[in-house]
């Protein structure tokens, strides 16, 4: 069987992994660069303050100082002494939210001290790096660190010269970034937002377009291509779409009508095949029958006349006999046959079960005498008449078989017992002997053609028969048997109403 939800499953999964997958593809790099534009704005306020920084210095520094005064005196400020004048100034004020710094390894100021990030960054502008940012956390707020180098101009020579152009000693700037990184994951569940709300809304088209333009179509084809699985050949697909599924439907309907056609052809041709096979059969049987009954009946003619005139009395009993016997095997292949071929015509009426099975009993009464074997017949109320739609004369034989095998295998002194039980529209009847029982292997086969026991001297076809007779009348017929207690066999007919 085809199994559509199974090809369902997997492209709903594939659609998933693959929505997913581009999604958080489309989420990372837009984030990313979400975030990288944060950065940059943060750098680009640092550079701008390192950059009027240093250009202070070098105008301070191009004038040999400044004098700045301070009550009735003026002070010389130079270019170090400014950064640090201004940092202080903006902690008072509150006015200016940046902290600068300038920090030099072995500084005689310790000021000057560098903390860990300006190590870091003392370290690497010594690689010839320009510039180091990082992002700080302290107490619940973040700060951005920026550190670029300290340059020196020639007016500083006359008391950096050992350090022109060298980066001995940076700039740093720190300033708070809190703001700006709360507002970056905001823009980044916004950007969550916008992207899974368009993603989710093209895998639903193209889920419905998947289902429309291939699922549908499938689902089609794997009703038909199950129905045919069963036999059905007229069923048709009908998909009348001009693109690839419709003329895929019409080239598959073609197909089906060909296997159709096809199999007709095998079936007849089969059914021709059986017919010619029954017939021979029939014939067969019909021949060999004929060509055995005619010298049949000519020795029991001949044993008959010989017997009128008392010639050879005993001898003539045994011919008759055993005629008699060669008939019986006879007439059991030819009903095997007919019933085996379903060309056997049952001539039913309403008869009354238990007259029925007395007949039988009383056609039996002679063998068990013979055999002392005593034919006991129970039925729960006699006066109340069980109904069967039955031909008689077939059901009476096939009764008769039963109770023949039951009779030759009990033991002299024996009871062979049938019993009669309705039960929900049905009939049951079970017919019990005393003998040496079935070997437990054996129990499924007595009713296989030819099986027989090892004393039996037929041909083992009328348990066989019997079978084919009562499921001809739409019974059914069981068998159980315990090894050295005896045999029962249950027979169930349907009755009717009278």
């Not at 794997?222 to 069963?230: G, R, V």
């Not at 007709?264 to 021949?287: G, H, P, S």
């Not at 063998?367 to 006991?376: C, F, G, I, S, T």
């Not at 029982?437 to 007595?446: A, F, H, Q, S, Y």
Request: aromatic fraction near 8%; charge should be positive.
């Amino acid at each position: 069987m085809i199994k559509l939800e199974e090809i369902k499953i997997k492209l709903t999964l594939i659609l998933v992994a693959t929505f997913l997958l581009l999604w958080i593809s489309a989420y990372v790099f837009l984030a990313k660069r979400q975030e990288a534009a944060a950065i940059q704005s943060l750098r680009h306020q640092a550079e701008g303050i390192y950059h009027t920084i240093l250009l202070s210095r070098h105008w301070i520094s191009s004038h040999g100082g400044i004098y700045v005064k301070n009550g009735t005196q003026y002070t010389l400020i130079t270019p170090s002494h400014f950064v640090s004048k201004l940092t202080n100034y903006a902690k008072v004020t509150n006015f200016f939210p940046y902290s600068v710094k300038i920090a030099v390894e072995k500084p005689k100021n310790p000021a000057h001290l560098p903390d860990y990030f300006e190590k870091k960054a003392l370290k690497f502008l010594k690689q010839k790096q320009k510039a180091i940012w990082a992002l700080e956390k302290h107490d619940e707020e973040i700060f951005f660190r920026y550190a670029a180098p300290l340059k020196f101009k020639t007016e500083c020579t006359h008391c950096h010269l050992s350090m022109q152009n060298n980066s001995l000693g940076c700039i740093s700037i720190k300033f708070r970034a809190t703001d700006t990184i709360k507002n970056l994951k905001v823009n980044k569940m916004i950007i969550a937002g916008y992207t899974f709300l368009p993603a989710i809304a093209i895998f639903s088209l193209i889920f419905f377009w998947l289902h429309r333009l291939v699922l549908k179509p499938l689902k089609i084809f794997e009703e038909a291509a199950n129905s045919i699985a069963q036999g059905n050949y007229r069923i048709r697909v009908n998909i009348n779409t001009k693109d690839e599924w419709g003329r895929f439907a019409k080239q598959f309907n073609i197909m089906i009508s060909k296997i159709e056609n096809h199999q007709k052809e095998l079936e007849e041709k089969v059914r021709e095949a059986t017919q010619k096979l029954q017939k021979v059969y029939e014939d067969f049987f019909a021949n060999i029958t004929h060509d055995l009954k005619t010298p049949i009946t000519a020795i029991k003619g001949a044993s008959e006349i010989l017997s009128k005139k008392n010639l050879g009395e005993p001898y003539t009993t045994i011919i008759r006999k055993n005629v008699e016997k060669l008939n019986l095997l006879i007439e059991d292949i030819l009903e095997c046959t007919k019933l085996e071929s379903g060309s056997i015509q049952l001539q039913k009426e309403i008869v009354d079960l238990g007259e029925l099975l007395e007949d039988v009993l009383l056609s039996l009464n002679l063998l068990a005498e013979e055999r002392k074997v005593k034919l006991k017949l129970k039925m729960a109320n006699r006066d109340v008449e069980l109904s069967v739609f039955c031909d008689p004369a077939k059901l009476q034989r096939a009764f008769a078989n039963i109770l023949h095998n039951a009779i030759k295998f009990s033991p002299s002194g024996g009871v062979v017992t049938i019993e009669v039980e309705p039960k929900e529209g049905k009939v049951e009847i079970k017919i019990m002997d005393q003998g040496p029982g079935i070997p437990e292997d054996l129990v499924n086969k007595v009713f296989d053609k030819f099986a027989k026991g090892k004393d039996s001297k037929g041909l083992g076809l009328g348990l066989t028969i019997s079978k084919a007779i009562i499921e001809q009348h739409q019974g059914k017929v069981e068998i159980s048997s315990i090894p050295g207690k005896g045999t029962t066999v249950i027979v169930t007919l349907p009755l009717t109403k009278n």
